[in-house]
């Protein structure tokens, strides 16, 4: 590795100065002294690692173009020097945990998710003046499901997303996630996140009752959106207490999965695990209100997050999964 870190970094020196960084829960961390600035190392040799890092990178370069919150810089991704896998290089960012500022934490989150909102509603406003017709709105490049709109242009202005979905594949812990662009978020929640959790439990545990209940929520999915719209949020994808720090200047978020989304998806796992305080959402609510029936979404979300856990470390998460498919189902 130190001789691939070398080349690829192009430095002579190279000392590591944090054997057990962690990397998460899924690849190996640690932090190097370069020629440059300290490097902070993921690497895993699966073979679906490099998928996964290129999600990541993919994430953290879109987060970075909101100047919104901090997020770690990529700094170079690789093939794995044992030929399966990857590396990715990030700057290395001397964290701890956010206690301190929650506050800050939810005040940035609520700019991240405002941000592309802001810029649709800013197109809209000019597309009004142009035209003199005050009812133009945005709308989305294509009526269906498919149609890519650019999220930065050639000389790397940020422009509006007008769909839900990702350039790229990403990974919520090591399980792929599709991102075809879609311009419905009903649609592409249930599409692109529920019913490919369900097909992994149906092909790995066969659970028929997940199966039977999961066709029942797909025909209610709809009316947990009654009365509000939906517009493309870049989220972090994986928003959880574990994914979170703080330096002595800030918030900094990592370890993301994003997408064009519904803002209300990053909020949902905070109830699995903890880790966001009053604080954190008394800043969030600063810049994103709470909309009509959000409880009910919540629980939409935050079942995904037990279906992922189900999929990744087996029938421990089975019971809340399934509860949370009967009151949703049920409604």
């Known amino acids: 590795m130190d001789v691939a870190l070398r080349r690829e970094l192009g430095t002579s020196v190279l000392r590591q100065v944090s054997a057990c960084a962690s990397g ?27 998928r996964m890092f290129v999600g990541e990178e993919a994430s953290l370069n879109a987060i970075l173009k909101t100047q919104t919150i901090r997020v770690p810089k990529p700094v170079k991704l690789f093939d794995h020097p044992s030929g399966s896998g990857g590396v990715l290089v990030m700057e290395h ?19 991240l998710h405002r941000h592309n ?31 890519e709109p650019a999220a930065a242009t050639d000389s790397g202005a940020v422009e509006p997303v007008s769909e839900f979905g990702f350039e790229c594949v990403t990974c919520c812990g090591f399980l792929p996630q599709e991102n075809a662009w879609c ?22 545990a066969g659970d028929r009752e997940a199966s039977q209940l999961w066709s029942q929520l797909q025909l209610k999915i709809d009316t947990l959106f009654t009365g509000i719209t939906v517009q493309p949020s870049l989220i972090h994808g ?38 966001f305080s009053p604080a954190f959402h008394s800043g969030y609510r600063r810049f994103v209100p709470k909309a009509d029936s959000f ?37």
């Open 24 to 50: 998460g829960c899924i690849s190996e961390g640690s932090s190097y002294d370069t020629d440059h600035d300290r490097v902070f190392v993921k690497q895993n040799s699966k073979p679906e690692a490099l």
């Open 93 to 111: 960012l001397d964290l701890s945990s956010c206690n301190s500022m929650q506050n800050r934490l939810g005040e940035d989150m609520g700019r």
């Open 117 to 147: 909102t802001d810029l649709l509603a800013a197109r809209a406003s000019e597309e009004s003046r142009i035209t003199g017709n005050a009812s133009v709105t945005s709308a989305p490049p294509g009526s269906g499901c498919g149609d």
């Open 183 to 204: 311009a419905s978020w009903p649609e592409f929640y249930a599409r692109n996140r529920l019913q490919v959790q369900i097909d992994m439990l149906e092909k790995s």
């Open 238 to 275: 994986d928003l959880w207490s574990g994914n979170i720090g703080q330096t002595t200047e800030g918030p900094v978020v990592f370890d993301p999965a994003s997408c064009y989304g519904h803002h209300e998806f990053d909020l949902s796992i905070g109830a699995m695990f903890g880790g």
């Open 295 to 331: 409880k009910e979404r919540s629980d939409l979300y935050l079942l995904f997050h037990y279906l992922n856990h189900w999929n990744h470390f087996g029938s421990g998460y089975r019971s809340k999964s399934i509860s949370l498919l009967k009151s949703l189902s049920s409604r």
